[in-house]
């Protein structure tokens, strides 16, 4: 491309209500990968990308959190207004793409028409059509947009071709929009402004759209089972039951085939390598400690597998609306739940989901809790410790007994993060303000495949760049500190005695001891703060080069024969609470703005693991598994 063409770039923004398939539309042009899912404040900041219009335009798109209005009341909300109103002045778009849901035109209409104040052009995209045809509404395209003074065109995001009219009509309106001011008038609307707005919404709405004879009763129907307050919350339980339950069964024979080619890729580094530094590197450092870790992929895709259809289906926004009232009644907001539940993945796009929700107070407690949720990378450290340790055999004659601990796991950090926001809001906060919670159900929608496994392919790609990045750079120095200093001539302790590691370890060893931890684990946990898996492949790496002629034998087996229960299940305990991340601690401080939080999160996890894993030590320790 030429500069010139380089500088004319157009600039659009793709605004509308939240769930109506901004973020669909942006990857269908783009051909980008950003995240889709079916409930709303899923996008919570910009994301830019490029493509060309059919007559060879280049268009700078940049596609942003979903709106009911332009008032901002919270950060993602700012974050939009900010673009539509040209603040950002390298930014200010030339065309804005008003996304709008076609089956649930009264809100995004009423977006329309206050956009519309701004004074910027603007198309207005029609999105889902295919659904709202399905469903029989009928929409006089010609009368819309004559009636809103708007071109409108009509798109499936999720459809190939679905976005060609979108195209062609760009073109036609990009050449005359470029550059044009915004207007200088625009107010921020009070709410009776958004009232009349509403109004001419509607009085639109009754001019231009023909509702269906026979309205949809398939979504009301479900929910009265889905949403019922028993029935609801048991099929939720159940739900995440079997989900944890598959994330065992399902994975082990894919764990055990990884397992199996790293065991030979070792025994054959083995014996192809001569005796010495290389081998040793090759063996203990790359393959015990990354395959390690790489072994936990099937487990880690499988979860995702669950979370990604149910996003999909719509049943998400449901399991919030559930969980509401437990959740209010620990003082946590209805809108933390998307957030938290983000949290499963890692704590970083759940402590900035939270943008979603518009009091501070009720934020902050959010991201305070993040970190408490039970995060992707805490699995690999959770399931070697049970594999290790919980025998593999049913209960009640169905149930597996390793897939319940986890479950166990996954339920005390929910319930500790219950319990610290109830803390945080009766202690600190005194304030019991819950506010009412607003959620847009939508409507379930049949998970598209492709999106499915687009989501997956992301996920693994992250894990395996993490493996390939963090886990292994760490690895390299792990296996440099247990390695060095090399022993004297003839010394009879082995080898790993003399090494830095273990230098360290027994220098932490005594704040840990009273908590169970030997000192292979204690220096384990420190490279565990750049990303917690570490921790195991740490482990994996110390104990390989400590057990010499045993260091093909499988981890698991080898922490069985050197940790009691009670260590095991004290370093289960650490790991529910431990601010083991750093990076979390730096989203928290970018996100809060303050060092203060921070160190708070730090602290109080760091306590709340300190006497978890004390307490479980000891109780164990007494109860003869010491
Ligand atoms: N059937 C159908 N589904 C669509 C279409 N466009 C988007 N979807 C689905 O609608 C849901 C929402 O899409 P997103 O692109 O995440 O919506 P968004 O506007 O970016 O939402 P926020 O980021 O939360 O504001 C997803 O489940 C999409 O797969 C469409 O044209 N037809
Ligand atoms: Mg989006």
Redesign the pocket.
């Known amino acids: 491309m030429t500069a010139a063409a380089e500088t004319s770039a157009w600039r659009f923004a793709l605004v509308?209500t939240?769930?109506?398939?901004?973020?669909?539309l942006f990857n269908a042009l783009t051909g980008s990968r950003q995240k889709?899912?079916?409930y709303?404040?899923?996008?919570v900041e910009r994301k830019a990308g490029v493509f060309q219009t059919p007559s060879g335009h280049r268009v700078d798109l940049v596609d942003l959190?979903?709106t009911y209005s332009l008032r901002g009341r919270s950060p993602d909300e700012e974050i939009t207004r900010d673009v539509v109103l040209g603040k950002l002045a390298s930014e200010t778009p030339d065309l804005l793409l008003c996304?709008a849901d076609a089956t649930n035109l009264r809100v995004a209409l009423r977006l329309v028409i206050e956009l519309k104040q701004v004074g910027r052009p603007m198309l207005l995209v029609l999105?889902?059509?295919?659904?709202a045809r399905r469903r029989g509404i009928d929409i006089d395209l010609d009368k819309l947009s004559a009636e809103l003074g708007v071109p409108v065109v009509t798109?499936?995001?999720?459809?190939r071709g679905?976005t060609e009219d979108l195209l062609r009509r760009m073109d036609e309106m990009a050449a005359g929009a470029a550059g044009q001011p915004v207007a200088s008038t625009w107010k921020s609307p009070t709410v009776s402004d958004l009232r009349a707005a509403q109004r001419e919404a509607d009085r639109v709405i009754k001019a231009a759209v023909g509702q269906p004879s026979r309205p949809d009763t398939v979504t009301g129907r479900v929910d009265a089972v889905l949403l019922h307050p028993v029935a609801g919350l048991l099929i939720l339980l159940l739900l995440l039951f079997i989900m944890f339950q598959a994330v065992f069964a399902w994975a082990k024979p894919l764990m055990d085939a990884i397992a199996g080619a790293f065991e030979w890729l070792g025994v054959l580094a083995h014996d192809a390598l001569p005796e010495g530094l290389l081998q040793s590197f090759i063996q203990n450092g790359v393959l015990s400690g990354v395959g390690s870790v790489l072994v936990f992929l099937p487990q880690i895709l499988i979860l995702f597998l669950f979370i990604l259809l149910l996003e999909?289906l719509g049943y998400m926004a449901r399991a919030a609306f559930l969980m509401d009232r437990i959740m209010g009644g620990a003082g946590l907001h209805g809108r933390a739940f998307i957030p938290l539940l983000s949290s499963f993945a890692c704590a970083i796009p759940g402590i900035m989901a939270t943008r979603v929700i518009d009091n501070k107070r009720d934020r902050l407690t959010t991201i305070l809790v993040a970190p408490l949720m039970t995060c992707s990378a805490r699995i690999p450290v959770y399931t070697l410790i049970i594999s290790a340790f919980i025998p593999d055999r049913p209960v009640l004659g169905f149930i597996g007994l390793q897939g319940l601990v986890m479950f166990g796991l996954y339920a005390a950090g929910i319930f500790s993060a219950l319990a610290v926001s109830f803390v945080a809001n009766r202690f600190f906060w005194r304030e019991n303000t819950t506010p009412p919670f607003m959620l847009e159900l939508p409507d379930y929608?049949l998970p598209?495949v492709r999106?499915v496994a687009i989501g997956l392919y992301t996920r693994a790609m992250m894990f395996l760049q993490r493996a390939g990045t963090t886990i292994f750079s760490m690895m390299v120095l792990i296996w440099f500190l247990a390695s060095f200093p090399r022993p004297p001539e003839g010394a009879t302790e082995p080898a790993i005695d003399f090494s830095l590691a273990a230098t360290i370890g027994r220098w932490i060893e005594p704040v840990l001891a009273p908590v169970g931890f030997n000192w292979q684990i204690s220096v384990a946990l420190i490279p565990g703060m750049a990303a917690r898996e570490v921790a195991v492949a740490s482990l994996g790496t110390v104990y390989a080069i400590e057990g010499g002629k045993e260091a093909a034998e499988q981890i698991g087996q080898m922490l069985a024969t050197k940790w009691s229960l009670a260590t095991a299940l004290a370093l289960l305990v650490w790991y529910i609470f431990a601010p083991q991340c750093a990076s979390t601690l730096a989203v928290i401080k970018r996100e809060t703005g303050s060092w203060r939080w921070m160190f708070v999160t730090f602290a109080y996890m760091l306590v709340l693991a300190y006497i978890g894993a004390f307490i479980t030590y000891n109780v164990a320790v007494a109860l003869g598994a010491g």
């Open positions: 509308g939240p769930n109506s398939g901004k973020t669909a889709v899912a079916n709303p404040g899923v996008t959190p979903g996304v999105n889902m059509i295919d659904i798109s499936i995001a999720v459809r679905g999909d929608k598209r999106s």
